[in-house]
C-alpha cells in the first residue's frame, strides 16, 4: 500500500473542498443567545428570563403562549371555570406523550403540581400556585400534599379547586413552575434527571447536550402533540454574560437570536442593521431591594433619601437601550387593565430631590461625622454594572459611602434568596398579565419576596383583593396596595424594561409581545452558514 505524503494528502483535500457540494450546517438549526447560564433545567427550580426562555422550549404546561403572547391552549386542549371562579377543569389532549414515548396523563398533573409545593423542593415559584386550595399550607409544610386542591378525575381530566378568585388562574398555568415533570424518570434518576441522557420533557424539544457556560443543545421532540407543526429541527443556546461579545457573535452571523446587547451600541445597530432591531414593552421591572432586617435600612427615611437620590431618566437616557422607561412605581404600565400608583417625588425637579435626601439623611442622624455606610450588590452582566457604578456614585453624591460588590449572576441570586445583603438589584418578569405578580414580591410568606418587606396593612389589602369577584373593585385593592408600599419606600424601582432583541435574517415568523416570550416552535429558519 503506498504511503500518502502530506503534500498529496493537501491536494485531495484541496480537490475535494472545490468539487463537494455546498451544504449549511446550521439549514434547521436556531442559535439563540442567552444572558446568564440556567441555574437548572428543572421547571421548578429554573430562576431568570434567561431559563425561562429554553424551559418555554422544553416544557409546556396545562397553557402555553402563542406566537402573539396570547395564552392558547397547551397540553390541555379546553377548560372550564365555574360560576364562583374557584373550580378550574382542564382537558388533556389525546395521547399526549413524554419525549422518551411514556404516555403523560393527568396523575403526572397532580404528581408535578406537588412536587412544586413540597417544602424539599425548595421551588422559588411555590407561591405562584398559592390561589390553589391548601397551596400555601402544603408548602409550609402545614398539610400533607394529599390535601392540595388537584385531583384527577380521569386520564384526561385535571381538577384544581382554589382558595380565592384568581382571574389570572389560566395565565398561570402557562407559567414554567406549573410545568409538568417526569416523575418516571425523576424516580430512577433524582436530581440527575436534567442532565444529558437521562433528561425527559413534553415540550416541543427535549435538551440533548449541555456544556456548562458554554450551550445547551436541544432537539426537536418527535413525541409532541404538535411536532409536524413545528419547522426548526435543533435549537442551541449560548449563555453570555457579556453583552459586547453577544453583539460581536450575532454580527459575526454565530447567533440568530440576541437576548440583549450593550446600550452604547445602539447607535451602530440602528445604522448597520436596523431590520435586526426588535424593541417593545415588557411585563417586567427593574428594581433594588433594601434588606429591611438590617439597620439603617429599617429606617423609612433611609428607604427614601436613596431613592431620592436616583436619576432614573438620566439613567435610562444614558446607559440603557430603547423601550425602558423610568420607574416610579412597582407595576408595569404595559400591564392589562391597570392604572398604578407613583412615588409622591415623581414630578419634583432632581435638585429638590437631592436636597430633601440630604436632610433625610441628616435627620437620620447620619452625616459628614457620621457617614451612612452600606454594601451594594450587583452583577457582572455589563448593563447591571454600569448601572451599579452609576447609582453608586448618586448615593455618594448625598454623602452615603458605598462598597460595590460585584460578583457573577448566580452568586448575586444566591446571595439574594438568602438575604446576605445590604442592597441588590433585581429583575423581575412577570410569568403573567396581572398586577398581583408584581405586588406579591412584596407580600410577607411570599417565595417571591426576596426584599425582606413586610406589612400587615399592604397584606391585608392583597387579602381582600384575593376574595373579592368584582374586577372594578379589585383593581382599586390592588392600587390602594401599591400605594401603601410605595409610601413606606419598599423597594427603589429604577426602570421598566422594554423587550430588546436581536433578531437575525435567517429567522421568520417573529412577533414582539409584552410576555417577551417567543417559542422557537413557532419559528422558521432559512439557508445556513456554509
Known sequence: MPTMTAQTLRLCLIAFLCCAPAFSIHASTLLRGTNTEPRSLDPHLGLGNSASIILNDLFEGLTTVGPDGKIVPGAAESWKVSADGLKYTFTLRADLKWSDGKALNADDFVYSFRRLLDPKTAATFASFVYPIKNAKAVNAGQAAPETLGIAARDARTVEFTLEYPAPFFVQLMAANAAAPVPR?????????????????????????ERVPQTLIRAKKNPNFHAASSVQIDEVVFYPTEDQGATL???????????????????????????????VGPALSVYYLM??????????ARVREALSLAIDREGLVSKLLPPGSVPAYNIVPPSTSDYAGQTLAFKTTPLPERTARAKALLAEAGYGAARPLAFGFKFDTVEQNRRLGTAISSMWRGIGAQVTQDNNGPQVVDKDARTGNYDIVRWTWFAPYDDPVTFLTLLETGSSTNRATYSNPGFDALLAKARGTLDLAARRALLEEAEALALKDHAVIPIYFLGNRRLVGPRVTGWQENPRAVNLTRYLTVSGGTK
Open 290 to 299: 433594601l434588606n429591611h432586617t438590617r439597620a439603617p435600612f429599617n429606617d
Open 248 to 278: 460581536k457573535r450575532f454580527r459575526a452571523g454565530e447567533l440568530d437570536i440576541a437576548l440583549n446587547f450593550p446600550a452604547d451600541q445602539i447607535a451602530l445597530i440602528e445604522k448597520e442593521m436596523p431590520q435586526a432591531l426588535r
Open 184 to 208: 418516571h424518570v425523576i424516580a430512577v434518576k433524582d436530581k440527575s434527571w436534567t442532565e444529558p441522557g437521562s433528561f425527559v420533557s413534553n415540550g416541543a424539544y427535549v435538551m440533548t
